[in-house]
Nanobody, 118 residues
Framework: QLQASGGGLVQAGGSLRLSCAAS????????AGWFRQAPGKERDFVAA????????YYADSVKGRFTISRDNARSTVYLQMNSLKPEDTAVYFC?????????????YGQGTQVTVSS
């Protein structure tokens, strides 16, 4: 199972760091990604990282503001979110074991709510 954490309420311009941890399996050997879904909208791709962290990929809407990283020793993937905007408000969740990198994965986890106030 994948579990995202670190969400919360933040003012516009603020920062949050999300974490994605795996239980029952390791993330260390798999590509991973972050997605988000706002109320009434479809799931959107946010960022992705290959298994060793050597390559990352971002949606245009977050490029330059968000950074994806990983700590394979802790089997954890992170999403550092800076300069947050109200339109970043969504449930954020992680995924692992890509089937069509960077957009599709075999496993998707539970999300964490991020709310950005104006």
């Amino acid at each position: 199972q994948l579990q995202a954490s670190g969400g919360g309420l933040v003012q516009a311009g603020g920062s949050l760091r999300l974490s994605c941890a795996a239980s029952g399996r390791t993330l260390s050997t798999y590509a991973a990604g972050w997605f988000r879904q706002a109320p009434g909208k479809e799931r959107d791709f946010v960022a992705a990282i290959i298994w060793n962290g050597g390559t990352t990929y971002y949606a245009d809407s977050v490029k330059g503001r968000f950074t994806i990283s990983r700590d394979n020793a802790r089997s954890t993937v992170y999403l550092q979110m800076n300069s947050l905007k109200p339109e970043d408000t969504a449930v954020y969740f992680c995924a692992c074991e890509s089937t069509d990198w960077p957009y599709k994965y075999k496993y998707y986890g539970q999300g964490t709510q991020v709310t950005v106030s104006s």
